[in-house]
């Protein structure tokens, strides 16, 4: 099992222009968590979906930010219209199911996005 | 609203010295309590959870309720342990969503 795989890595974006992270979960898992850490801070959570729904996105930016998680392939992260305050790193975990406390996310290695 | 706090950013011990890192939380349920670590270049990876009860890596982490803390020790550090760790808490009813704490960043110097 690879793990939870996120590319790309580093992404650079001009102020405007969309970016589009990705995140492969563990074989097995059908839930993913997006959390962000800017400089110097800790990590925050974003959205939590499971298999083409999204059950808690009390963490998105209003405005700009989307997240889908399809029946089949990545889920995906997307910020459009990148302004230089979105520079972050991005994580992906992944569990295989939510709703018992014994449960361990496992993170991805995380896409670190740069606007200029 | 939950909320973990790490009092240092930054702590630095000597080899063989006790380490303790610290980590407070506010919440009003039952909460899960975890410790992530992050080595230099690699993933967050858990090392430890308050319910499993166990010492990883000589670590071991102590919930206490009344103090609502959860603060992570190690007797003797090594270099090996330099690294940014995260102290996390899980609601009751969350799924695995996690509120962390800013992080503290150990240096363990030789």
């Known amino acids: 099992n690879a793990g939870v795989m996120q590319n790309p890595r580093h992404l650079v974006r001009r102020r405007g222009q969309e970016a589009r992270l990705r995140c492969s979960p563990m074989k097995g898992h059908s839930h993913v968590y997006w959390y962000r850490q800017l400089p110097e801070e800790g990590l925050k959570f974003m959205v939590y979906l499971q298999k083409e729904n999204i059950i808690d996105e009390s963490g998105m930016p209003k405005e700009r930010f989307s997240a889908e998680f399809p029946k089949e392939g990545p889920s995906i992260l997307r910020i459009q219209q990148v302004v230089r305050g979105d520079s972050a790193a991005y994580f992906c975990?992944?569990?295989?199911?939510?709703?018992?406390?014994?449960?361990?996310?496992?993170f991805g290695q995380g896409t670190r996005l740069t606007v200029v | 609203a939950q909320r973990v706090t790490q009092p240092e950013k930054l702590l630095s011990v000597f080899k063989g010295a006790p380490v303790e890192l610290k980590c407070n939380y506010s919440?009003?349920?039952?909460?899960?309590l975890f410790w992530y670590v992050q080595y230099s270049r690699q993933r967050l990876q858990l090392l430890l959870r308050?319910?499993s009860r166990e010492s990883i890596k000589g670590f071991t982490a102590d919930l206490n309720k009344g103090e609502t803390s959860f603060h992570l020790k190690k007797p003797f550090a090594q270099e090996e342990d330099s690294a940014m760790y995260y102290c996390a808490l899980k609601q009751e009813t969350s799924g695995s969503r996690l509120t962390f704490g800013e992080g503290t960043q150990l240096t363990v110097n030789p």
């Open positions: 975990a992944s569990s295989p199911r939510a709703a018992d406390l014994n449960t361990e996310a496992f």
């Open positions: 919440y009003s349920g039952s909460p899960e």
């Open positions: 308050h319910i």
